[in-house]
């Protein structure tokens, strides 16, 4: 069955750096467009960032443009967020998140959520 596994959340301090990483199986990882999003207690779920199949092209948040850098490496099935500059307002649960697109038809998987946690 499918499954994105992600692992690297935990609790920094302000200004410091985090590499969360979501390592997928069960699907034709090298076909999806791979995303990050998050949501912070008491807010809606946010796109973060998002690196299309082939590694080609990234798109990211305006509030994380420049601190953050998404990448992936298909022969690992495994896609990355490099965090840098951690502030607070980072802190939330980040979620990986497949998709394909396929005529009509989306395929959208998500992972369990790892949470992220930067202190002040």
């Known amino acids: 069955q499918v499954q994105l596994v992600e692992s690297g959340g935990g609790l920094v301090q302000f200004g410091g750096s985090l590499r969360l990483s979501c390592v997928a199986s069960?699907?034709?990882?090298?076909?999806?467009?791979m995303s990050w999003y998050r949501q912070a207690p008491g807010k809606e779920r946010e796109l973060v960032a998002t690196?299309?199949?082939?590694?080609?092209?990234?798109n990211y948040a305006a509030s994380v443009k420049g601190r953050f850098t998404i990448s992936r490496d298909n022969t690992k099935d495994t896609v990355y967020l490099q965090m840098n500059s951690l502030k607070p307002d980072d802190t939330a649960v980040y979620y990986c998140?497949?998709?394909?697109?396929?005529?009509?038809?989306?395929?959208?998987?998500w992972g369990q959520g790892t949470q992220v946690t930067v202190s002040s």
């Open positions: 069960g699907f034709p990882f090298s076909m999806y467009d």
């Open positions: 690196i299309t199949s082939d590694g080609g092209r990234t």
């Open positions: 998140n497949a998709r394909r697109t396929i005529g009509i038809k989306i395929n959208d998987y």
